[in-house]
């Protein structure tokens, strides 16, 4: 594929990315009753995987009838994949933003991986599993923090171990790739993002099915039917 084909199809990517993220946000926050902090995984996720993850939105997550989220989202696969996307949501943004505070700093490239692992992790633990999850998990955030330890580590292993790959791959074929400044940086976010969560799913299915990890809940108090007090994990 030649230059300009290729920044012809980053730029058709990132359209299509503003289109999926604006969707699956006004679904997400007007309609679709799931936990708060799985609405804003979502959006974070589209907003790193473009229409991947608004079908897997729609396919997981979206409530296709009102009444029928408990029943829609209990399959094992779409509980493993709501424990993927809430691991990405919270490791990915940390690694992206760490990926591009180092390139802007031009730290040399064992600095940048640290850090990048140390970002994800932190922001994946501190904030996306003991913070924004306190509400479901209950105990105190410290309790919060070391119960999760172990299966966020796991989790995000498998996740950081996705988004190398794919970003080595993508800087390796493209050197433009590896300054902030320029579009095909946050494209291969993008690939590295998505690489993440298929290497991380096997791992969430497993961390789901031994009760180490919540996946898809819905919370009646944030969407439809906001009349019924269920909740469901």
């Known amino acids: 594929m030649s230059l300009g084909n290729v920044d012809l199809a980053i730029a058709v990517w990132f359209a299509t990315v503003a289109i999926?993220?604006?969707?699956?946000?006004?679904?997400?926050?007007?309609?679709?009753?799931e936990f708060g902090v799985m609405k804003w995984g979502w959006i974070l996720v589209t907003l790193y995987t473009g229409v991947f993850g608004a079908c897997?939105?729609?396919?997981?997550?979206?409530?296709?009838?009102?009444?029928?989220?408990?029943?829609?989202?209990?399959?094992?696969?779409?509980?493993?994949?709501?424990?993927?996307?809430?691991?990405?949501?919270?490791?990915?943004?940390?690694?992206?933003?760490?990926?591009?505070?180092?390139?802007?700093?031009?730290?040399?490239?064992?600095?940048?991986m640290v850090v990048e692992y140390a970002l994800g992790f932190g922001f994946g633990l501190f904030v996306f599993q003991a913070l924004?999850?306190?509400?479901?998990?209950?105990?105190?955030?410290?309790?919060?923090?070391?119960?999760?330890?172990?299966s966020e580590l796991l989790s995000m292993n498998a996740m950081m171990g996705g988004m190398l790959l794919a970003m080595g791959i993508g800087m390796t074929k493209d050197m433009r790739a590896m300054y902030p400044e320029s579009p095909h940086f946050w494209f291969v976010m993008s690939l590295a993002t998505l690489a993440g969560i298929l290497v991380a799913y096997p791992t969430n299915w497993?961390?789901?099915?031994?009760?180490?990890?919540?996946?898809?809940?819905?919370?009646?108090?944030s969407g439809p039917g906001k009349d019924v007090a269920a909740v469901t994990t």
């Open 56 to 112: 897997l939105y729609v396919l997981s997550s979206k409530e296709p009838r009102p009444g029928t989220h408990e029943a829609f989202v209990r399959p094992m696969w779409k509980q493993a994949l709501g424990s993927t996307i809430h691991c990405a949501a919270g490791d990915a943004t940390g690694v992206i933003v760490a990926a591009a505070l180092t390139g802007l700093l031009g730290y040399p490239m064992w600095v940048d």
């Open 206 to 221: 497993w961390l789901v099915a031994k009760g180490l990890k919540h996946g898809m809940g819905t919370d009646r108090k």
């Open 20 to 33: 999926s993220v604006a969707y699956v946000a006004w679904d997400a926050l007007t309609h679709n009753p």
């Open 132 to 150: 924004f999850m306190r509400s479901m998990m209950g105990g105190s955030y410290l309790g919060n923090v070391r119960g999760t330890f172990v």
